[in-house]
């Protein structure tokens, strides 16, 4: 569906959306707390999507969800539509936020969360829920990613999960031509629960989230091993 969309627009991003999408399908059916019939509903689960070009991907999760129509997503990246290439903050579609500069989407994921605490410490825990983000290589490399590992570890706030499609590639090159980081010691010695998965097995994803939504102490980090355009025909 995705590719599909770009394919209409003769423009976009298909391949990060594509490897994206066992991901989204696990987590919109059987984890992430939503109501299409009442988008205000303050206790929603957030889900913030960094790589703003990847929206084809979200777009077309959140038209299964119920959130758009079929001509919604036959309209991306074209002036005036309600699905423009990169998300624009639109509550009553799902969108969480706006994206911009990779790494920007998921600081402001850590912010949601950090208010979500606030407000179930202030008025109790009926008023809690999960904060999910979406990464990418990309907003790894940034250095606003640093920030918001640090902060969320320190807080300990084992409400923010976070999901780092890992498909080794930035911009134009392969990740390790330009990083060798070991990204998973790095969140673990900010105190992050870390784990790592393939990210096309359902059963793993299924059972990441089982145990990130279970954690009590520190926010979970889930490295999914990805493909970039997974099922694309060569």
């Given at each position: 569906l995705s590719a599909a969309m770009v394919e209409k627009a003769k423009s976009g991003h298909p391949g990060g959306a594509m490897g994206g999408a066992d991901f989204m399908t696990v987590l919109y059916t059987e984890?992430?707390?939503?109501?299409?019939?009442?988008?205000?509903?303050p206790y929603r689960d957030r889900f913030f999507l960094d790589p703003g070009?990847?929206?084809p991907m979200l777009y077309s999760t959140l038209s299964l969800a119920g959130y758009y129509t079929t001509e919604d997503l036959q309209s991306l990246r074209q002036w005036g539509s309600v699905t423009p290439?990169?998300?624009?903050?639109?509550?009553?579609r799902g969108v969480e936020n706006t994206s911009g500069p990779l790494g920007q989407g998921h600081a402001m994921a850590l912010?949601?969360?950090?208010a979500e605490r606030f407000m179930a410490a202030r008025f109790g825990e009926w008023m809690a829920h999960k904060t999910y983000a979406y990464i990418s290589d990309?907003?790894?490399e940034e250095e606003i990613s640093q920030g918001v590992g640090r902060i969320a570890g320190h807080l300990g706030l084992s409400n923010f999960i976070m999901y780092y499609d890992s498909n080794n590639i930035q911009l134009s090159t392969k990740v390790d031509e330009v990083m060798t980081e070991n990204v998973a010691m790095k969140y673990e010695a900010w105190g992050?629960?870390?784990?790592?998965?393939?990210?096309?097995n359902i059963n793993e994803i299924r059972e990441a989230l089982v145990a990130a939504n279970s954690e009590t102490e520190r926010p979970t980090l889930i490295i999914g091993?990805?493909?970039?355009?997974?099922?694309?025909?060569?």
């Open positions: 984890f992430l707390r939503y109501d299409p019939d009442n988008t205000s509903y070009h990847m929206s290439g990169h998300p624009e903050a639109d509550f009553a912010g949601a969360a950090i990309g907003a790894v992050w629960n870390v784990l790592s998965v393939d990210g096309h091993r990805t493909v970039m355009g997974k099922g694309a025909k060569g």
